[in-house]
């Protein structure tokens, strides 16, 4: 049950971090591929109305944390705490400045906000490659089964780590990057005119930088935690993920080199859900990895509720699951088609 | 009390009164919607699609600011509250699933369809948006009070060998008779705030002879949808919630009433002040019996006072919370006699035109936010010593690692950053209340880019 609980708390953070992801990279870019208002409009108005409706995937996948693991939710959250809190703070400043900027037609109030929006999806992303790499390297876990972590320490990834170190910047770094691409491929998608000509340059751009960081990145994992590659090695159910991250890495270069948008877009969702896939098959059954003996490492075995708790919620998750998945569908629908500029400017 | 728990606790109070300010309004408004949109659906009658897109607007923004002042409050039970989460989140992460999984991914999906998708939609699937959106706000008010409920009044659980709460029986957590009562009354003051707002916008237009067509059809429906809620909040949910405080919860409802010694034939003080080091009331005013009478039904029944109960189960901050129960009680009083006048003027033709009283109901939408959150200060102050009632006390359940001046430095941020929210809330709905209904119905609420073709 554990295991099962463990893959549907992955699936439900996979699924925030790609509908999100291309808000967050979209924003994160938003100073960069849109130059006049309109432009910026345009930016805003293609992930515009959808943020909120993303941002609760994560509040979701809380939740089904808190209902499936509650100590392992405890003990990470209190630890992050810093951090996360710079997470929500972003999140507040992220959803104002889209709902407020377009509401007032004045240069300094929309250029106020223009920057206010980039600045907080850009730390948002920094934000989310640096809990990854935190989850990847470990925590300083310790005989009490809690740990407290300052914002950096000796920037050295093993004993008391602090949350930047060397090994979790460059996490930050790749991840920061890949959701750039994520955001300029779905803007790619979503747009046309000038806006359409510079995503679809800097997303030929960023996937290459993604790619090159990937190498790095992995080389850097197999000195912080070697024996992840071991377990993904040994256990079939992490191959499939690895064999989505190439797959889909092929569709991302087809699509960007051909102009297959949805092609290419499509990839860039699987490249996430491969990443995170692997990362999450070769990682369990740990949960908070201890850098300071594994021993003290806490397991979705040892975290979970009662095995009654986990079957109860069996029986209607999966029916709130379906239904959040037709929503999807049926506002993918009602959203479909691109974002074009206006002519008008004048508010509305 | 530690220092660290004092801060834990302030903020979390701090975090979760200011939240509810807005979703209060957001649920009292919903059905207003559907009820406008459906109206609009079956007469065909424009003047109610201008009020509903109007309405749909101010719905908007109070929406973006409920979201985003909300998702603080789901992390704040793992990074400040970890005992209580590792203690109870077994029990209480069931409902704060289902309240992200069945309501808040419905309400947030159709929310920027029903504020700017009505042309992208047509008439009927705009008004399923506005059902959905209507729908999922009140379910999740009913997944939050469920969780409350069980910290009230625990049902349904079980503790496992490490001595945590586990689900025990899903169907009486759910269905927590605490819950379904404060649901009832809960829902109807949300309603009361949804009635005054509307109301006192109609007022203000109909005072500057403004939007004259509006301005009627928001006083009318606004009063008595208005009355009906205002009186539901006594009784039945107001009087059958003081029931059961006095059923699961005496030294609350002593705490509540400034009632210091038993005895029967207890008092309602109308106004007074507790003095609880001399363990008395100051200057009561009191009407005698009331007590025994709306907590058991008889007039000669003995009501305990906190005498009766250990100190260490005595709620720790009993001033504060016999005044917000006053406060509320008071106001809900004043809500109805306010709405009774005006269903009599409603009834003589003279709503309209009887300026004092549109005066009145101008100026008189901020008390329902006061008396809504002090009824839920009574609520959690009553609730206290306790983080889950008889179970779990508070000062067991903050998150132990976290230093108190960690949880200074982001209290005195989330209070700087709400500050700014706060203001820019009431720019942007003045503006929308200025501007007024009317006009061409938003198609992007994010300036000129318009999505695809618009005919």
């Known amino acids: 049950m554990a295991e099962l609980w463990f893959a549907l708390l992955c699936f439900m953070l996979t699924m925030f971090i790609v509908l999100d992801g291309w808000d967050i990279g979209a924003g994160a870019l938003h100073l960069a591929v849109a ?15 959808l943020w909120s409706w993303h941002e609760v995937w994560l509040l979701a996948a809380g939740g089904t944390f808190l209902l499936a693991f509650p100590r392992l939710m405890a003990v990470a959250f209190a630890g992050f705490y810093l951090a996360l809190w710079m997470v929500l703070w972003s999140f507040i400043l992220r959803g104002i400045s889209i709902e407020v900027g377009g509401h007032i037609n004045d240069t300094l109030w929309r250029s106020a906000w223009d920057f206010v929006f980039t600045a907080s ?9 640096t809990a990854l790499g935190n989850v990847i390297r470990g925590v300083p876990l310790d005989e009490t ?3 407290s972590m300052s914002l950096f320490t000796d920037f050295r990834a093993t004993g008391r780590v602090g949350i930047l170190d060397w090994y979790t910047l460059s996490v930050a770094v790749f991840a920061t990057m890949l959701l750039v691409a994520h955001g300029a491929t779905y803007l790619r998608l979503k747009t046309v005119g000038p806006v359409h000509e510079r995503s679809e340059r800097l997303a030929r751009q960023v996937w290459l930088i993604a790619a090159v960081l990937f190498v790095v990145v992995s080389i850097e994992t197999d000195f912080v935690r070697p024996e992840l ?52 098959a070769s990682l369990f059954p740990v949960v908070l990895h201890s850098t300071l003996g594994s021993e003290h490492s806490l397991t979705a075995y040892t975290g979970a509720t009662s095995e009654r708790g986990l079957r109860v919620a069996l029986i209607w998750w999966p029916v709130a699951v379906v239904l959040a998945l037709t929503y999807f569908f049926v506002i993918m629908r009602i959203y479909a088609g691109k974002v074009r500029p206006a002519q008008d400017t004048q508010g509305y | 009390m530690d220092d660290a728990a004092f801060w834990h606790r302030l903020q979390f109070a701090f975090t979760v009164t200011y939240h509810y300010l807005f979703p209060q309004l957001t649920m009292g408004l919903a059905w207003f919607l559907v009820f406008w949109k459906w109206r609009a659906l079956r007469t065909g009658d424009e003047r109610y699609a201008t009020a509903a897109r109007f309405w749909a607007r101010i719905f908007g923004l109070n929406f973006a600011v409920g979201v985003v002042t909300g998702i603080p409050m789901e992390f704040q039970f793992g990074t400040n509250w970890a005992g209580f989460s590792a203690y109870a989140g077994g029990v209480i992460g069931q409902t704060l699933a289902m309240e992200g999984m069945f309501a808040f991914l419905l309400e947030s999906g159709f929310v920027g369809v029903l504020v700017w998708g009505e042309r992208r939609l047509g008439p009927r699937l705009h008004f399923l948006a506005a059902l959905g959106v209507a729908l999922g706000s009140w379910l999740s008010g009913y997944f939050i009070l469920v969780t409350n409920a069980f910290m009230q009044h625990p049902v349904g659980h079980a503790t496992d060998a490490s001595g945590a709460l586990v689900i025990a029986d899903l169907p009486s957590y759910l269905l927590n008779e605490w819950a379904l009562i404060q649901f009832a009354h809960n829902q109807a003051a949300a309603l009361v705030t949804g009635t005054f707002v509307i109301t006192a916008v109609g007022a203000f237009y109909a005072l500057r002879g403004d939007h004259i067509e509006q301005a009627r059809m928001y006083l009318r429906h606004g009063t008595a949808v208005g009355l009906v809620a205002a009186i539901l909040v006594a009784f039945p949910t107001g009087d059958a919630q003081a029931k059961i405080v006095a059923r699961h919860q005496e030294p609350a409802l002593a705490a509540m009433e400034g009632r210091f010694e038993t005895g029967p034939r207890a008092d309602i003080t109308l106004i007074g002040q507790p003095n609880v080091r001399e363990r008395r009331l100051d200057n009561p005013i009191r009407v005698p019996g009331m007590l025994s009478f709306l907590a058991y039904g008889t007039f000669h029944a003995d009501v305990r006072g906190l005498d009766a109960f250990p100190e260490d189960t005595w709620p720790p901050n009993i001033e504060p919370l016999y005044y917000a129960f006053h406060v509320m009680a008071g106001l809900g009083t004043i809500f109805i006699g306010l709405m009774l006048l005006a269903n009599l003027q409603r009834l003589r033709g003279h709503l309209e035109s009887g300026r004092p009283l549109l005066w009145v109901f101008m100026l008189a939408f901020p008390f329902p936010f006061i008396a809504n959150t002090a009824g839920w200060m009574t609520t959690e102050l009553g609730r206290q010593p306790w983080l889950v009632y008889g179970l779990f006390r508070t000062n067991q359940g903050f998150s132990a690692v976290v230093s108190s001046g960690d949880v200074l430095f982001t209290l005195i941020g989330m209070a700087g950053l709400y500050f700014v929210l706060g203001l820019l809330y009431l720019y942007l709905v003045g503006r929308e209340v200025a501007h007024g209904p009317g006009g061409a119905e938003s198609t992007s609420p994010y300036g000129e880019s318009v999505e695809a073709p618009v005919g």
């Open chain 1, 35 to 49: 130059k006049t208002d309109a432009e910026r409009r345009q930016v805003i108005a293609a992930i515009g109305p």
């Open chain 1, 121 to 129: 999806n850009l730390l948002l992303a920094i934000l989310f490659g």
């Open chain 1, 229 to 280: 590659y071991q377990a993904m090695l040994t256990r079939p159910l992490a191959w499939l993920p690895v064999v989505v991250l190439v797959v889909a890495a092929w569709a991302v270069w087809t699509g960007l080199r051909g102009n297959d948008e949805k092609r290419a877009f499509a990839g860039s969702c699987g490249v996430i859900v491969g990443l995170l896939g692997g990362a999450a």
């Open chain 1, 145 to 147: 089964g809690r740990f």
